[in-house]
């Protein structure tokens, strides 16, 4: 699935879009996990209740891990820094396909907002090389 967002951006490699994270005993033990990377800018003149929403998105358990990865190799971030241009969240988990669901209203939001141009995210299954669509 690709979901186009502002200025022509779109969110590419979600087939369905992503729910929330299983127990950790459930995670680590998982064989379908995908890595979900995303890295986009948003405006600088994002309203306040949109911020409050996209601090909310990045709080909620599906996005919010941290540490060494259970199966995708290398380190789970959850970021939002201010940048020249605005803000820039970034975040890289692991996802089950049972999550993908919850997913579909947070990576919507955010393409529709985004003022990043071309891709602002890819889904890459565990033992893939290169993100799914690629």
Not at 6 to 27: F, I, K, N, V
Request: proline share 10%.
């Amino acid at each position: 699935m690709t979901l186009p967002g502002h200025g022509g951006s779109q969110l590419r490699g979600t087939e369905e879009a992503l729910h929330t994270r299983l127990p950790p005993p459930y995670a680590s033990g998982m064989a379908d996990l995908h890595e979900l990377l995303l890295t986009l800018d948003l405006p600088d003149g994002l309203p306040s209740q949109d911020l409050t929403l996209l601090r909310r998105h990045l709080d909620e358990e599906l996005l919010s891990s941290r540490g060494p990865a259970a199966r995708i190799g290398g380190t789970l971030i959850v970021d939002l820094r201010r940048s020249p241009h605005g803000w820039a969240p970034t975040a890289r988990q692991e996802v089950h396909p049972d999550e993908f669901p919850e997913l579909q209203d947070p990576l919507t939001w955010l393409a529709g907002r985004t003022t990043t141009t071309g891709a602002i995210g890819h889904r890459r299954f565990y033992e893939n090389d290169v993100p799914h669509g690629s």
